[in-house]
């Protein structure tokens, strides 16, 4: 299983873009990147899902180079309701392998 | 769509005890999928059913079970209890077994004594 490594923390202020990069070495050529929310008290929920290039949807971006060998989580103009933690996943096999995440906090 | 449900969302137990945690996956999914999470330790996969059959299990004692049944329902299984369980236990159900988008219940809260 690809191993992920994405930094502890982050803040940002409302409005802003942030732009979280997730570094998976050892990514294998079947595995698809994903990237999950998490309020306090509250199961994982999925933003966005990609393979290669970039990935669009109605809440973020997902930037993989040629190598994929990291990827990037953009959240455009955030708000005090994006304050949370955000897992990278790299999976292709069973079971999903979370690692610590990242801790976004949002200041008005 | 329903999404996927936990029951019970709160558990006290004691030491040595055993508990039961249900999960009703997202209607359609035939695999659900079991976390435990506590705040050292993160993240951590337990086992994943599909279509009643165990696919894969974590790193976790054997007290730790669980089953699946023929409607997708799944149960997870913790025996003798241990102060060190406490945690959110939480339940994922996808479409397919594999590294496919799975969605999350809310949890179960467990609090062992």
């Known amino acids: 299983l690809a191993k992920t490594t994405q930094p502890i923390s982050m803040d940002s202020y409302e409005g802003q873009e942030v732009n979280i990069t997730c570094s998976h070495n050892?990514?294998?050529?079947?595995?698809?990147i994903t990237w999950y929310q998490q309020f306090p008290s509250q199961g994982p929920r999925f933003i966005i899902q990609?393979?290669?290039t970039k990935v669009t949807n109605e809440v973020a971006s997902l930037f993989i180079p040629a190598d994929r060998k990291s990827s990037t989580l953009s959240l455009p103009r955030v708000s005090l309701s994006d304050t949370a933690v955000y897992y990278c996943?790299?999976?292709?096999?069973?079971?999903?392998?979370f690692g610590k995440g990242t801790k976004l906090s949002v200041i008005p | 769509k329903a999404g996927v449900t936990q029951t019970p969302r709160y558990l006290i137990k004691t030491r040595g005890q055993q508990v039961t945690l249900s999960c009703s996956p997202i209607?359609?999914?035939?695999?659900v999928s079991w976390y435990q999470q506590t705040p050292g330790q993160g993240l951590q996969f337990l086992f994943e059913?599909?279509?009643?059959?165990?696919?894969n299990k974590g790193n976790f004692p054997g007290r730790f079970s669980g089953r699946q049944f023929s409607n997708s329902r799944s149960e997870m299984n913790v025996s003798t209890l241990e102060l060190g369980d406490s945690a959110l236990y939480l339940c994922?159900?996808?479409?397919?077994?594999?590294?496919?988008?799975?969605?999350f219940g809310p949890g179960t809260r467990l609090l062992v004594l």
């Open positions: 994922a159900s996808s479409s397919t077994t594999g590294g496919e988008t799975q969605y």
């Open positions: 050892n990514i294998a050529t079947n595995d698809y």
């Open positions: 990609g393979y290669k």
């Open positions: 996943l790299v999976a292709g096999g069973y079971q999903l392998t």
């Open positions: 209607s359609g999914h035939r695999s």
């Open positions: 059913y599909f279509s009643e059959t165990q696919r």
